[in-house]
């Protein structure tokens, strides 16, 4: 069984940062995309980053280019502790939601198929990030 479990949500001032963890038990995750989505309430969830466990390649939502941060979200892992990180800086009131992590075995991965919710096969209950205006 599957299982993923977010934490490090919270209550932050507008230009704060926050780090949310996404550990992962009952699986090797060497074959995985791991991903990071949030939803906002009343808004559809959204594609928040990615990145394939095996070769650590990531993908960003709304950067010039998906394959690297702007610096404000950075996604990372941990293979020994089975944890994928979000290190969240410089947020803004508009980033407040629930910040989902999810785990896919999609074949092949592109920048289009890591931001599509119905590849994923596994999700975590979600973490509430609150950022204050």
């Known amino acids: 069984q599957v299982h993923l479990a977010e934490s490090g949500g919270g209550l932050v001032p507008s230009g704060g940062s926050l780090r949310l963890a996404c550990i992962v038990s009952?699986?090797?995750?060497?074959?995985?995309?791991m991903g990071w989505f949030r939803q906002a309430p009343g808004k559809e969830r959204e594609f928040v980053a990615a990145?394939?466990?095996?070769?650590?390649?990531?993908?960003?939502?709304?950067?010039a280019d998906a394959r690297f941060t702007d610096g404000r979200f950075i996604i990372s892992r941990d293979d020994a502790k089975n944890t994928m990180y979000l290190q969240m800086n410089s947020l803004k009131p508009e980033d407040t939601a629930v910040y989902y992590c999810?785990?896919?075995?999609?074949?092949?991965?592109?920048?289009?198929?890591?931001?599509?919710?119905?590849?994923?096969?596994?999700w975590g209950q979600g973490t509430q990030v609150t950022v204050s205006s």
């Open positions: 999810a785990a896919g075995t999609l074949k092949y991965w592109n920048p289009g198929t890591a931001g599509n919710a119905s590849n994923y096969n596994y």
């Open positions: 009952g699986t090797s995750l060497n074959d995985y995309m």
């Open positions: 990145l394939t466990w095996r070769h650590v390649m990531p993908y960003y939502a709304n950067t």
